[in-house]
């Protein structure tokens, strides 16, 4: 880190420390990484649709998982109703 990157980073830390950040439009929100802007370098922008992507993806991930969990259960199910002898009534 370059000495104006650190000046930079400790102001940011001091003013963070200090509340003046607290009352910032969108404080204590997520960001938007949806909205692109212009300016943005294109690792930047390559850099945050990847992050987009991993996010999707574990989304899809988990739901997966949870879709399999639940098919599990209902294919246990039925092997135990179905592989029980007939009882018979006398």
């Known amino acids: 880190m370059n000495a104006l990157a650190w000046i ?6 001091q003013a963070v420390q200090e509340g003046k950040l607290d009352h910032l439009p969108g404080a ?17 922008r390559l850099g945050l649709e990847l992050l987009d992507r991993t996010r999707r993806a574990q989304a899809q991930t988990d739901q997966d998982r949870r879709e399999r969990a639940a098919l599990r259960l209902l294919w246990s199910k039925a092997l135990l109703r179905y592989s029980r002898p007939p009882s018979s009534n006398p």
């Open 8 to 13: 930079g980073e400790t102001r940011i830390a």
């Open 28 to 44: 204590g929100r997520p960001l938007d990484l949806t909205r692109r802007d212009a300016a943005l370098e294109a690792q930047a």
